[in-house]
Nanobody, 125 residues
Framework: QVQLVESGGGLVQAGGSLRLSCAAS????????MGWFRQAPGKEREFVAG????????TYADSVKGRFTISRDNAKNMVYLQMNSLKPEDTAVYYC??????????????????WGQGTQVTVSS
């Protein structure tokens, strides 16, 4: 069993930055790939970014490429999402996810075994 707890969401003006954090517990952290999804009101959940167990080859959705950066610290059991140049369309609940297939990054929500409770990000225009 893996527990994921997100933090760092909030209200920010367009053009601003936020850093989301996700604390993982319950299993060896380096044993799984990590990622972030988001869901805006009335929209389907979408992949934002993913990172394999070693921290190499991060992958991003086209909508956030160049603005968001995913990273992980295996010693601290943490994964982060640095979000810069935020836009109103980035407004959503952001979820931290874990995939027990540690070498895979998938954009499909069903690929992930564990989900956090989500943290709200609101970007005002």
């Amino acid at each position: 069993q893996v527990q994921l707890v997100e933090s760092g969401g909030g209200l920010v003006q367009a053009g601003g930055s936020l850093r989301l954090s996700c604390a993982a517990s319950g299993r060896t952290f380096s044993g799984y790939a990590m990622g972030w999804f988001r869901q805006a009101p009335g929209k389907e959940r979408e992949f934002v970014a993913g990172i394999i167990w070693s921290g190499s080859t991060p992958t991003y959705a086209d909508s956030v490429k160049g603005r968001f950066t995913i990273s992980r610290d295996n010693a601290k059991n943490m994964v982060y999402l640095q979000m810069n140049s935020l836009k109103p369309e980035d407004t959503a609940v952001y979820y931290c996810v874990a995939d027990l297939n540690r070498g895979r990054i998938s954009a499909r929500s069903e690929s992930y075994d564990y989900w956090g409770q989500g943290t709200q990000v609101t970007v005002s225009s």
